[in-house]
């Protein structure tokens, strides 16, 4: 893929991808996340190349992250998880075992 179509699929200019290319500017997470869209690559290993995350980085499960949210009570944390993994599992199930409940 050409600098000039990736730009246009990204939503960034030509001549500002290509100094980040060159090493004359550093992205934005944001930026980056544009880029890695236009790629059809996880946000996470452009934020690795660019040195923003260690190369062992996983991003949380959804119970950790559920379990981490200091916006949640301890009461809304764990409706959120029954909900989730219930939803889990009814999505193991099949679509058979949901249209018999």
Do not use: H, W
Request: proline share 6%; charged share 30%.
């Amino acid at each position: 893929m050409s600098l000039r179509r990736l730009a246009d699929r990204a939503g960034i200019s030509n001549p500002y991808l290509s100094q980040i290319e060159r090493g004359l500017r550093k992205p934005s997470a944001e930026i980056l996340k544009s880029l890695a869209r236009a790629l059809s690559i996880q946000a996470e290993s452009m934020y690795v190349r660019a040195g923003l995350l260690d190369e062992g980085f996983s991003p949380p499960t959804v119970v950790e992250a559920v379990e981490a949210d200091p916006v949640l009570s301890t009461r809304q944390k764990q409706v959120l998880l029954e909900l989730y993994r219930t939803l889990i599992e009814s999505t193991a199930a099949g679509p058979e075992e949901e249209e018999k409940q």
